[in-house]
């Protein structure tokens, strides 16, 4: 029997955050469609990124690398959306730190042990923990004071949408 993925599910949210086109001239990541940036992936065309590129591009390089179809859902979603605006490294090291296992970004068979382990016994905490790590990080940043009502915004609204889904895993 195949695995049924939360892909969509999760796509659908991060799109939300993410919206269409902008070109911020404060946003490090420059010009950026759908939350895919020029600097992440230079050779995309980004003002002309279709829709099903940019979820090609988010499967691949985040949920996949992510092992999210592994875990449960509230936490494969927070999780994506982390990646997503800190990056895969980050979001698996942040998660990894949450459940007590080895921080080295890779989320391998013993990440996703520890992180059923961890939920099952208080999802609730696994989620603020990666939750309070992500807001810490923004807060230390020199961009803060331009993008961090929104980013906090971002993240306040993610873990009230994973927590949602709780009771479904």
């Known amino acids: 029997m195949e ?3 939360n892909f969509n599910n999760a ?10 086109y902008v070109n911020h001239p404060e946003d490090p990541g420059g010009e950026t469609k759908y939350g895919i940036s020029k600097q992440a992936y230079p050779n995309e065309d980004i003002s002309g990124l ?3 590129r940019a979820a090609q591009l988010y499967r691949r390089d985040y ?4 092992n999210a179809d592994d875990l449960p859902f509230p ?7 982390t990646a997503v605006n800190l990056g895969t490294s980050f979001a698996s090291k942040s998660l990894q730190r949450a459940v007590n296992a080895l921080s080295d970004g890779v989320i391998g068979p013993k990440t996703i042990q520890a992180v059923w382990r961890a939920f099952k ?5 696994v989620l603020d923990e990666i939750a309070r790590e992500r807001i810490e990080y923004y807060s230390r940043l020199t961009t803060f004071t331009t993008f961090g009502k929104g980013w906090v915004r971002r993240v306040n609204e993610t873990i009230a949408e994973s927590k949602k889904w709780i009771d479904n895993s």
């Open 11 to 20: 796509l659908e949210l991060i799109l939300k955050h993410e919206g269409g």
């Open 63 to 66: 949920w996949d690398r992510l």
């Open 50 to 52: 279709t829709l099903e």
């Open 3 to 5: 695995k049924v993925s």
């Open 75 to 81: 936490v494969g979603l927070f999780s994506f959306d």
């Open 121 to 125: 016994e208080d999802p609730n905490q």
